[in-house]
């Protein structure tokens, strides 16, 4: 059974950096797309950052771009989300997700990952 769980969350001043993992279990990240997503209250969920296997290649969102690294540890079958230079406007719900690396295009898109965890939040504020 596929399983993911967020961890990492809470509440940070801006210009604060938090790291955020996302440990997999009951199947092996080595084939594997993983992507990051976030949900702020009235807002859609957005691709944040997604790593697909294939190619090592990573995306991010352009809001996040040069402040955010996504990386995998396959050996501890866990993926990691290093937030830094946060601002007020990153405060969401963040997720993991995970989809068959052939599966996954292109991007960072929601529609393209299956398998979700519960989400943890993020709180950017003074």
């Known amino acids: 059974q596929v399983q993911l769980v967020e961890s990492g969350g809470g509440l940070v001043q801006p210009g604060g950096s938090l790291r955020l993992s996302c440990a997999a279990s009951?199947?092996?990240?080595?084939?594997?797309?993983i992507g990051w997503f976030r949900q702020a209250p009235g807002k859609e969920r957005e691709g944040v950052s997604c790593?697909?296997?294939?190619?090592?290649?990573?995306y991010y969102a352009d809001s996040v771009k040069g402040r955010f690294t996504i990386s995998r540890d396959n050996t501890k079958n866990t993926v990691y989300l290093q937030m830094n230079s946060l601002k007020p406007e990153d405060t969401a719900v963040y997720y993991c997700?995970?989809?068959?690396?052939?599966?996954?295009?292109?991007?960072?898109?929601?529609?393209?990952?299956?398998?979700w965890g519960q989400g943890t939040q993020v709180t950017v504020s003074s």
């Open positions: 009951g199947f092996t990240l080595d084939y594997s797309a």
């Open positions: 790593i697909r296997d294939t190619d090592g290649s990573a």
């Open positions: 997700a995970t989809e068959d690396a052939w599966k996954v295009g292109i991007g960072c898109y929601d529609v393209d990952f299956s398998s």
